[in-house]
């Protein structure tokens, strides 16, 4: 229950393409969603995030859209660019002081 | 602002040696958080802690792991003794309440 599933494990897309990054969860508790970004040799750090009363939020070129009957939030990037090369985590917990549980993270290539 | 810091940043070590990872959450930050890094498992967390007091170490793999924070600026991690299997990217995340998680930029362990 306390799992969130990631998919894909990596990606290729090309410039200007949208790379969808998927997650599942099963704790109907979880309430805060958030995406990490990483680059080779960085911790990660905070992208995006959504609560579940929101269907979708964009910052930028990054949406998150949320499915809360399906348990399920993607990562949409538009335009992706090769400076979004990273690994991309998505994250789930419920509210309150507890830890985030990460998925396993999808490593993203975008190539010029 | 000095973000999260972590020392060493790289060690190399022989199996059955002793490791201590530190960690210097930022100032102000109540909540401090250790997570181990591999290809294999994503980010798994391995214990935390709220007001110094360790809340959940069910994550730590066993008893060769431990883990302190004397004070509210200071925490460390150890493994005695090492072992091949505990080479990873260590990682000790702050955060105040429920705000924003923010990473070191991680130790890199290897065990020979």
């Known amino acids: 229950q306390q799992q969130v599933k990631q998919s894909p494990q990596s990606l290729i897309v090309q410039k200007g393409g949208i790379p969808i990054i998927n997650c599942a969860y099963e704790?109907?508790?979880?309430?805060?969603f958030p995406w990490y970004q990483q680059f080779p040799g960085k911790g990660p750090a905070l992208l995006i995030a959504?609560?579940?009363?929101?269907s979708e939020k964009k910052e930028g070129r990054f949406t998150i859209s949320f499915n809360k009957s399906a348990k399920q939030f993607s990562l949409h990037i538009m335009d992706s660019q090769p400076g979004d090369s990273a690994t991309y985590f998505c994250?789930?917990?419920?509210?309150?002081?507890?830890?985030?549980?990460f998925g396993k993270g999808t490593r993203l290539s975008v190539i010029a | 602002d000095a973000g999260v810091i972590q020392s060493p940043r790289h060690e190399v070590t022989e199996m059955g040696q002793e490791v201590t990872l530190r960690c210097k959450p930022i100032?102000?930050?109540?909540?401090l958080f250790w997570y181990r890094q591999t290809m294999m498992r994503g980010l798994e967390l391995l214990i935390y802690?709220?007001?110094?007091?360790?809340?959940?170490d069910s994550g730590m793999p066993e008893d060769r792991f431990s883990a302190k924070m004397p004070n509210a600026s200071f925490s460390t991690l150890k493994i005695q003794p090492s072992e091949p299997r505990d080479s990873a990217v260590y990682f000790c995340?702050?955060?105040?309440?429920?705000?924003?998680?923010?990473f070191g930029e991680g130790s890199r362990l290897t065990v020979l």
């Open positions: 995340a702050s955060r105040l309440n429920t705000g924003e998680l923010f």
């Open positions: 704790n109907t508790a979880f309430d805060y």
């Open positions: 959504i609560r579940p009363d929101v």
């Open positions: 994250a789930a917990c419920f509210s309150g002081n507890t830890p985030l549980v």
């Open positions: 100032s102000g930050h109540n909540s």
């Open positions: 802690f709220n007001n110094n007091v360790p809340i959940d």
